[in-house]
Nanobody
């Protein structure tokens, strides 16, 4: 049974930084492509960032490019999302997700339907 648990959410001021993390248990962590998504009330869950097996390939949504950094530590089964220069529009529930079907050379999984496993989410609130 693969389980993902997010941590590190909270309430911060605009312009500051926050790191959310995701610990994965079960399965083979190093073989999962991993992603971060976020969702606000009444809206679809949206892609934030993707990282490949060994971390050599990352992709970001345009809205966070240059401010957010996705990283992983395969030895620790942990995924991070460092968020700098936070804006009020970054307020959302942040979810980590794992795709066990991804293979190097395959199309990158940038939509929620491509991920099999999800965490429960962690709230990030950015105030002005």
């Amino acid at each position: 049974q693969v389980q993902l648990v997010e941590s590190g959410g909270g309430s911060v001021q605009a312009g500051t930084s926050l790191t959310v993390s995701c610990t994965v248990t079960g399965g083979t962590f190093s073989r999962y492509a991993l992603g971060w998504f976020r969702q606000t009330p009444g809206k679809e869950r949206e892609f934030v960032a993707f990282i490949s097996w060994a971390g050599g390939n990352t992709v970001y949504a345009d809205s966070v490019k240059g401010r957010f950094t996705i990283s992983r530590r395969n030895a620790k089964n942990i995924l991070h999302l460092q968020m700098n220069n936070l804006k009020t529009e970054d307020t959302a529930v942040y979810y980590c997700a794992a795709d066990r079907s991804f293979r190097p050379g395959s199309p990158l999984p940038l939509t929620q339907s491509e991920y099999e496993y999800w965490g429960q989410g962690t709230q990030v609130t950015v105030s002005s």
